[in-house]
C-alpha cells in the first residue's frame, strides 16, 4: 500500500487539505508515486504539489513537473517567502553561508549526477 511510505503520506495529507474528497485509488496511485520520486521526497515540494492536487489531478500534475521550481510556486501567502517555493529555501538558505562557502557551492555547481574527490579538489 503506497500510503505506508512517509511521502506519499504527507502528499495525501495535503492533497486532501486542498480537496477533502481527494482518496488515492488505482488509478491515480502510480501518478502519486511518481510525483513522490519527482520531487525527491522533500516535505516542501509535497505540500506544495498536494495543494495543487485542488486544481489538477495527479496525473496532469505529474505532466507539468518539468520544471519543479516553476510549477510549485506561490504557497500559502501567510509563510514567508522561504517556505512558499522551493527556490525560495534554496535561496534563503544560500543566502545565509558565509562568503567562502557561497564561493564553494558555486565552483561544485560544475559537476552533474557525480564527482570524484579529485575533480573537487581541482575545481575548489
Known amino acids: 500500500m503506497l500510503s505506508r511510505y512517509a511521502a506519499?503520506?504527507?502528499f495525501i495529507q495535503r492533497?486532501?487539505?486542498a480537496q477533502p474528497d481527494f482518496t488515492l485509488t488505482a488509478e491515480n496511485g502510480p501518478a502519486v508515486a511518481e510525483i513522490c520520486v519527482r520531487l525527491d521526497g522533500l516535505p516542501l515540494e509535497l505540500e506544495?504539489?498536494?495543494a495543487r492536487v485542488k486544481f489538477?489531478?495527479?496525473q496532469a500534475l505529474l505532466a507539468q513537473l518539468e520544471s519543479r521550481f516553476t510549477t510549485l510556486r506561490g504557497g500559502p501567502r501567510d509563510l514567508p517567502a522561504r517556505q512558499r517555493t522551493l527556490r525560495g529555501a534554496?535561496?534563503?538558505?544560500y543566502d545565509l553561508?558565509?562568503?567562502a562557502e557561497q564561493?564553494?557551492?558555486?565552483?561544485l555547481?560544475?559537476?552533474?549526477?557525480?564527482?570524484?574527490?579529485e575533480a573537487v579538489e581541482v575545481v575548489c
Open 8 to 10: 506519499v503520506a504527507l
Open 15 to 17: 492533497a486532501r487539505a
Open 48 to 50: 506544495l504539489g498536494g
Open 56 to 58: 489538477l489531478g495527479p
Open 90 to 93: 534554496i535561496e534563503w538558505s
Open 97 to 99: 553561508l558565509a562568503n
Open 103 to 107: 564561493v564553494l557551492f558555486d565552483r
Open 109 to 117: 555547481s560544475v559537476f552533474q549526477g557525480g564527482r570524484t574527490i
